[in-house]
């Protein structure tokens, strides 16, 4: 299965630290992508990292991309209470109508 | 600018019963269609993809159909509902171009008892 593994499955930090959250996948990419769900909510874009790219800044938002490790983590820098949501990684398939694969999520909690 | 809707936002279906999921898209033609499945804690699955109007694709075996009658409307069906269909569903939207991001809609908590 070409399907992302998030880890840690949840991580709980006090308001203003950073979280890092890190994604593993199995197969080859042309892209990976960062999701947010709030509780109950669907899934909102975050940022997009292409496999020849290394690192990229949105906000307070850094992904970073390893292609020989095949793995990939986000950082949420200065974090609020307003972050406390579920995140995803996505890899891009690269059969079918550019569909992604999504891992497991991590659970950020962050306390006020 | 670009919608997309869902509806119920919740649903209590006894086993057995018949299920129909609706999700369409405003301003945009000829998107990809995506319906997803989300269990309790978990990632998402991919249940189906549309490129086109009828054009269905089933990524697993499964209780569950879908169709596309119109460029913007994708539904999700069944016959008859198993408790193991309960979950939360998503359906999503991309242009049908290199854009790789998906738009997701609010889904729909579905609970079979």
């Known amino acids: ?112 | 600018s670009q919608t997309i809707h869902q509806w119920p936002a919740t649903l209590v279906q006894p086993v057995g019963s018949p299920l129909s999921l609706e999700c369409t898209v405003e301003g945009t033609s000829n998107p990809n269609l995506y319906w997803y499945r989300q269990a309790a804690g978990r990632g998402l699955q991919l249940l189906f993809y549309s490129v086109g109007i009828g054009q269905i694709s089933s990524e697993v075996p499964q209780n569950l159909s879908a169709s596309r009658p119109q460029d913007r409307q994708f539904i999700l069906s069944s016959k008859k509902l198993l408790l193991s269909d309960s979950g939360f569903y998503l359906c999503a939207w991309k242009r049908a171009d290199y854009q790789e991001t998906q738009y997701f809609g609010p889904g729909t908590r579905l609970l079979v008892l």
């Open chain 1, 1 to 112: 299965s070409q399907q992302g593994e998030e880890d840690p499955q949840a991580l709980s930090i006090q308001e203003g630290e950073n979280a890092t959250m890190n994604c593993s996948y199995k197969t080859s990419i042309n892209n990976l992508q960062w999701y947010r769900q709030n509780s109950g909510r669907g899934l909102v874009h975050l940022i997009l990292i292409r496999s020849n790219e290394r690192e990229k800044h949105s906000g307070r938002l850094r992904v970073t991309l390893d292609t020989s490790k095949k793995s990939s983590s986000l950082l949420i820098t200065a974090s609020r209470a307003a972050d406390t949501a579920s995140y995803f990684c996505a890899t891009d398939a690269t059969t079918g109508a550019n569909n992604l694969f999504f891992g497991t999520g991590t659970r950020l909690t962050v306390i006020p």
